[in-house]
């Protein structure tokens, strides 16, 4: 059984971390007060490449998405086997 993860898309952002990613659109006013939507998810990145990480985890439903759509036009086995893996540890099925 599949796990079920925040619906996307996904936003990367900014605030009180390197990178942030929201499950909504969000933003920072100069005054510190945020605008947009109230977000239900949000992943804090702090790391060297944190804007790069958190552009990759924003892409992730989607990404996650063509595959499973991939899954089904692919014919090559060896290339079939990888997506299934990938899939399977995205939705935490394996690691």
């Not at 990613?21 to 990145?45: A, F, I, L």
């Amino acid at each position: 059984m599949s796990k079920k993860h925040t619906p996307g898309p996904w936003f990367q952002g900014a605030g009180e971390c390197s990178a942030i990613v929201y499950d909504k659109r969000v933003w920072w006013h100069s005054d510190g007060s945020r605008g947009g939507e109230t977000p239900n998810m949000r992943v804090c990145v702090e790391s060297s490449n944190a804007v790069a990480d958190a552009a990759l985890i924003a892409a992730a439903p989607e990404m996650l998405a063509l595959l499973k759509t991939a899954r089904g036009e692919i014919t090559e086995e060896a290339i079939l086997t990888e997506i299934e893996r990938i899939i399977q540890k995205a939705e935490g099925e394996t690691q």
